[in-house]
């Protein structure tokens, strides 16, 4: 069961760094051999079942209740509970008052599998549930169950999207238990964020909470413990005054949506707080001595660039055409690894960051794009030069230096929580890695329904101009005198915007989602289920979206998708795909794919245009055009 130190929380309250590093010394060994016993048992969702039985007896005895007689029962099980702490006998009381309250609050009593996997969170595990199975109905099980013991708890989020629109849709079963709800998002000061960190539950970006739980360290200054801030929070002083300025209550228990994308995907990403630095006019002529050398030089003569695997290596030639272009640049250019570091950087920003793919350019500035979301990343910069020499190559203004005060990585910060979950569709691929990392292991979640989705198979052209009309052929195929919503998967904001302009051309309508377009999401997705529309996505329209369909769309079919390109990572494919057929829904996917696909290597391209021109049978349904 949940694993927590103690009854009452302690202000600041982490594990401590020392347990990370004894972890990784001493446990690691004990964790792989109780694996092969624990590991499958807390893995398997009959684990769960009887705790299940229990909440479902208890819920009749709650139907017959008045609201009256509601609120005394969830008084008296918090105030239990407060006292007591969590066990068996309370998680059903608990699970079961707030089934009934979703009930009578929204309308949605939650289902049987939604149960199994808040009680899976609650046990300290990934929840795998498919999408469209209600993982933001299934949270408030395990969050609010914890908040009523008295633990404040964090609701993590991939973007403030998703954190707005979960938060505003369960606030109303929260305040029913009594309990008050948080919301960090982009802009907030200081005051403000602690103001909603002090709420019982808080929903919060992963990207927020990693940044105040970084800022709130640099106020600690290496008081790290609990009793050493209890006791500094004693004595008047400016650091007692310091610490009261604190965001954070600690991190007890945290529960993480989409717990793939950030626990692996985005887990060695540095979170870096930087300070403002002086300006250094000598180092920005450095970086623009460096792309005008990088300029100068001679591919496949000077320098190699494996696009595939995005490297960039200099040859020994290379070398002393940097060094005799340097020798009049003064002593900065000395060094030789400063140089070969300074071109090869050059030549990264030159040819590995692209404009509308890996960056955009919004008010002359260099914005990044996260490749995994799609989305825009303005607080984000490269390091060691590499953004000022974008900003060099788009002709921005060099922005100023910086100086790092601290970091953190995601999975440095996530393993701080003494009770750690998570919930995701798409955890297959992951699930050693689940365990080996962060002692979580996976437990799969049956669905409620059984799922509708037809996958129609791939359709292979030989170049992107063919892709595009392959997919304005699929158009007009499925919504043939039908009207079926379609929505359109792309790699890039480059790529949304090339089939925009294709349909534009042809007078088809339709509506676009990309890093421009991010304030205007929530409209764009509101209607992205509507009769006839025509929706082109980036990977935004992956991750937690919820494509509502009217009841003629389901008639006609339901959600029609087009992937159109293939990621490194099949799960964010998947995730597109589960836009789709969500809780039994009707609905279709379909790839349609080019030989010039990003992440297709030389070799496999000869094999594929080989097949492609020999017309040979092939078992994965592969459609030549």
């Known amino acids: 069961m949940f694993n927590y130190p103690i009854r009452r929380p302690v202000s600041c309250l982490e594990r401590p760094q020392k347990a990370l590093i004894k972890q990784s010394l001493m446990v690691r060994w004990w964790r792989t051999i109780t694996a092969y016993f624990s590991r499958p048992i807390r ?36 105030k239990q509970m407060h006292q007591q702490g969590l066990s068996v006998g309370r998680i059903i009381r608990s699970f079961a008052l707030i089934r009934e309250v979703s009930g009578r609050e ?45 633990i404040p708890t964090h609701v993590v989020t991939v973007n403030n999207y998703l954190t707005q629109r979960d938060a505003e849709l369960m606030t109303p079963v929260y305040q029913r238990l009594g309990l008050s709800v948080g919301v960090i998002i982009e802009g907030l000061q200081v005051g403000q964020r602690k103001a909603q960190y002090a709420c019982d539950i808080t929903y919060c970006t992963n990207n927020e909470l990693a940044f105040d739980f970084l800022k709130d360290r640099i106020q600690l200054i290496g008081n790290n413990h609990a009793l050493q801030r209890h006791a500094m929070r004693g004595i008047h002083s400016h650091r007692s005054q310091a610490l009261n300025q604190l965001m954070l209550r600690g991190l007890h228990f945290a529960v993480v949506d989409e717990a793939d994308g950030v626990f692996m995907d985005e887990a060695s990403t540095p979170l870096i707080i930087s300070g403002d630095a002086k300006p250094q006019p000598e180092q920005s002529k450095m970086y623009q001595q ?29 070398e002393e055409s940097i060094a005799r272009l340097s020798v009049n640049l003064g002593a900065l250019w000395r060094a030789r690894v400063r140089r070969i570091e300074l071109v090869k950087q050059a030549l990264s920003a030159h040819y590995l960051f692209r404009r509308d793919r890996e960056y955009l350019i919004d008010e002359d500035k260099v914005v990044i794009i996260d490749e995994h979301t799609g989305r825009r990343m303005p607080e984000r910069s490269w390091q060691k030069g590499l953004h000022q020499l974008i900003e060099i190559k788009e002709g921005c203004e060099l922005s100023d230096p910086r100086v790092t005060l601290a970091s953190v990585s995601f999975q440095n910060f996530f393993r701080h929580y003494y009770c750690l979950s998570g919930m995701t569709g798409t955890a297959n691929e992951v699930k050693h890695e689940f365990w080996r990392v962060y002692g979580l292991p996976v437990v799969d979640v049956p669905t409620n329904k059984k799922s509708q989705r037809i996958t129609l198979g791939e359709s292979v052209v030989q170049d992107e101009q063919q892709k595009w009309q392959k997919v304005v052929e699929r158009i007009y195929s499925v919504q043939g005198g039908s009207r079926r919503p379609i929505l359109i998967g792309t790699q890039s904001l480059y790529s949304s915007e090339t089939l925009s302009a294709l349909l534009d051309q042809l ?52 959600l029609h998708v087009i992937i159109t390109g293939v990621h490194d990572t099949s799960r964010v494919d998947r995730q597109l795909a589960g836009r789709c057929a969500r809780q039994g829904d009707k609905g279709s996917v379909e790839y349609v794919l080019s030989l010039e696909e990003p992440i297709i290597t030389p070799k496999i391209k000869r094999l594929l245009t080989m097949i492609y021109h020999l017309r040979l049978p092939w078992k994965l349904k592969i459609h030549y055009c």
Request: with cysteine; hydrophobic share 40%.
């Open 290 to 318: 460096a792309y005008t050398i990088m300029l100068q030089l001679e591919r496949e003569r000077d320098y190699m660039v494996n696009e595939k695997s995005r490297t960039v290596e200099l040859t020994s030639v290379g």
């Open 106 to 150: 929204l309308g949605m009593w939650q289902f049987d599998s939604q149960i199994l996997g808040g009680l899976a969170i609650l046990h300290g595990t990934v929840a795998q549930m498919h999408t469209g199975e209600g993982k933001t109905l299934t949270a408030t099980l395990p969050v609010a169950t914890a908040a009523l013991a008295g």
């Open 507 to 558: 007078k088809i309508t339709h509506q676009v989602l990309n890093a421009r377009q991010d304030k205007h999401e929530a409209e764009v997705i509101a209607r992205a289920g509507q009769l006839g529309c025509i929706t082109i996505a980036t990977s935004m329209a992956g991750r937690g979206t919820d494509i509502k369909l009217p009841n003629e769309v389901e008639i006609l079919g339901g």
């Open 43 to 78: 893995s398997s969702v009959w684990f769960y079942r009887p705790i299940l039985w229990g909440v479902k007896r208890y819920d009749r005895h709650l139907r017959r209740l008045s609201d009256e007689e509601l609120d005394i029962a969830i008084y008296a099980l918090r």
